[in-house]
T-cell receptor
Framework: NAGVMQNPRHLVRRRGQEARLRCSPM?????VYWYRQLPEEGLKFMVY????????ESGMPKERFSAEFPKEGPSILRIQQVVRGDSAAYFC????????????FGSGTQLSVL | DQQVKQNSPSLSVQEGRISILNCDYT??????FLWYKKYPAEGPTFLIS?????DKNEDGRFTVFLNKSAKHLSLHIVPSQPGDSAVYFC?????????????FGQGTELSVKP
């Protein structure tokens, strides 16, 4: 009974490159949430998705960031033209039936921008 | 604006004694509060929660207290064990049915010494 799987665990990118972070929710879970943790800070909500739908993207930066959760396959958080300020730990969480359920978090992807 | 604050970045406690972790919030509309525990290189794991209509919730060694008039909650761990050493985050939800959108504090690193 695998938990929330995120890959890669560590991702190094140079400024201007693209970063793609993947998240496979727990089996039976169809709701995915992305959070970002900057150094010395708490986790901050970015986006909430259901299969093929973005439900709430109020925490997403207006530019360069996008997220999807296709019918088949993992959820993807995509950061275009990365900058040093994007360096952070990105956590994905999932729940079975959405907003009233407990969230289960993955181990995160540590993005480092050189 | 930091709506959820954990003012103590760290706490050191002797094994067997009580650990008290504190959290303050500013938004009186929050209606659900949660505590998460995080080990290094892992994602947060749910620990305990409390609804705003209650003032106490207990689960084994863990008890959460909510003081709505003071906008303050605390997590008590009794007795503390070395395995409890981790970073503890408190989080709040604005309306229970928006469960995925958690607002986290900065975290408190607990160290339990044998």
């Amino acid at each position: 009974n695998a938990g929330v799987m995120q890959n890669p665990r560590h991702l190094v990118r140079r400024r201007g490159q693209e970063a793609r972070l993947r998240c496979s929710p727990m089996k039976g879970h169809s709701h995915v949430y992305w959070y970002r943790q900057l150094p010395e800070e708490g986790l901050k909500f970015m986006v909430y998705l259901q299969k093929e739908n973005i439900i709430d993207e109020s925490g997403m930066p207006k530019e360069r960031f996008s997220a999807e959760f296709p019918k088949e396959g993992p959820s993807i958080l995509r950061i275009q033209q990365v900058v040093r300020g994007d360096s952070a730990a990105y956590f994905c969480a999932s729940s079975r039936q959405g907003p009233n359920e407990k969230l289960f978090f993955g181990s995160g992807t540590q993005l480092s921008v050189l | 604006d930091q709506q959820v604050k954990q003012n103590s970045p760290s706490l050191s406690v002797q094994e067997g004694r009580i650990s008290i972790l504190n959290c303050d919030y500013t938004n009186s509309m929050f209606d659900y509060f949660l505590w998460y525990k995080k080990y290094p290189a892992e994602g947060p794991t749910f620990l305990i929660s409390i609804s705003s209509i209650k003032d106490k919730n207990e689960d084994g060694r863990f008890t959460v207290f909510l003081n709505k008039s003071a906008k303050h909650l605390s997590l008590h761990i009794v007795p503390s064990q070395p395995g409890d050493s981790a970073v503890y985050f408190c989080a709040a939800q604005l309306y229970y049915n928006q469960g995925g959108k958690l607002i986290f504090g900065q975290g408190t690193e607990l160290s339990v010494k044998p």
